[in-house]
């Protein structure tokens, strides 16, 4: 069975669940609140997280530095915006999750360029961005399209659980990212496939590319469908005054691997440039390549992974 159809296990009762259990049961019942509202919870929510994750506040610190260039208080000031970004993206999460359909329709929402992949006739592979917003994100797109896609397992059993249950009242089939053959399926028989290139997922899967001017790990999963003439697709969602701007952008075709992932590396920043505080600017971008780690240890973090990786 798919991971994405997996039942309910009474293994998600054990002990050490409970607490999750019980932090998503009150956040499912404080997403009943007025959307302004939780946004005012998710400032205050992402600054107490700002305090508290040093090793995520360098992390982005470096990212933004690098990027945008910006130092000193500009970019003091700066990564507190991003993280009361991420802090109102746990109550966007809970909306996306489990809002009804009518609050969902009452969010201000602007759809632009609909035309490049409204009744068509062929498969397209629908590239996204990791905003802070990112599960909102693809409970608006969902309003507009019938859409499929790919998610990475959560290592919390629990919040994976979760996610899976509530993406799939919204999106028509899910698959984790070891189903790549299965996606390349989907795309064939004419649907619309979700997928986010814009993380460092090692160099075995990826070509080193320009991001924001310094060499990345650019996944190649995407080139694999240019070469076959796929229509690929940036649906970008951008929180702009106010509004989720979901704005649709073909990427140009290229038989040459390296000449379009610069050109869909050139799209995200153009896009994350529309909304730059609310990018995901946690993630360790530029992990793979370099000589030297340009990030913080988080020896408790890696032993976590190295014991995942070994159970698998």
């Known amino acids: 069975m798919s991971e994405a159809k997996k039942k309910f296990s009474p293994s998600l009762l054990s002990l050490k669940s409970i607490i999750t259990w019980i932090g998503m049961g009150l956040l499912r019942i404080i997403s009943l609140l007025p959307y302004n509202i939780l946004m005012i919870f998710g400032n205050s929510l992402g600054l107490l997280i700002h305090k508290l994750s040093p090793n995520r506040k360098e992390i982005s610190a470096i990212n933004i530095n690098r ?12 990564v507190k915006l991003n993280f009361k970004a991420v802090g ?3 109550f966007e999460m809970a909306i996306g ?16 360029n609909s035309h490049l992949i409204e009744n068509q006739a062929e498969g397209v592979l629908l590239l996204i961005k990791h905003s802070t917003h990112l599960e909102l994100d693809l409970r608006l797109l969902s309003q507009f399209f019938n859409l499929t896609g790919m998610y990475k397992s959560q290592s919390n059993a629990v919040l994976n659980y979760l996610m899976i249950k509530a993406r799939n009242n919204y999106i028509e089939e899910s698959l984790t990212n070891k189903e790549g053959l299965k996606a390349a399926r989907l795309i064939k028989s004419e649907k619309i496939f979700l ?10 899967v990826s070509e080193m590319v320009p991001f924001f001017g310094h060499q990345a790990a650019t996944v190649t999963f995407p080139a694999l469908f240019c070469k076959k003439n796929t229509k690929i697709v940036f649906a970008d969602v951008s929180n702009v005054q106010g509004t989720y701007e979901i704005e649709l952008k073909e990427l140009h075709s290229s ?5 379009f992932l610069k050109g869909m590396n050139d799209l995200y920043q153009e896009f994350i440039l529309k909304e730059p505080e609310g990018y995901l600017w946690m993630h360790r971008r530029f992990k793979s390549g370099l000589h030297e780690n340009i990030y913080p240890k988080w020896s408790s973090r890696d032993k976590k992974r190295e014991k995942r990786r070994l159970k698998r």
């Open 67 to 78: 990027c945008l260039q910006m130092e000193g208080d500009e970019l003091n000031q700066f």
């Open 88 to 90: 109102r993206g746990v």
């Open 97 to 112: 999750w489990w809002a009804s359909d009518e609050k969902i329709k009452n969010i201000k929402t602007r759809l632009i």
């Open 195 to 204: 997928y986010a290139a814009d993380q460092d997922y090692g160099q075995s």
């Open 255 to 259: 038989h040459n691997r390296y000449e």
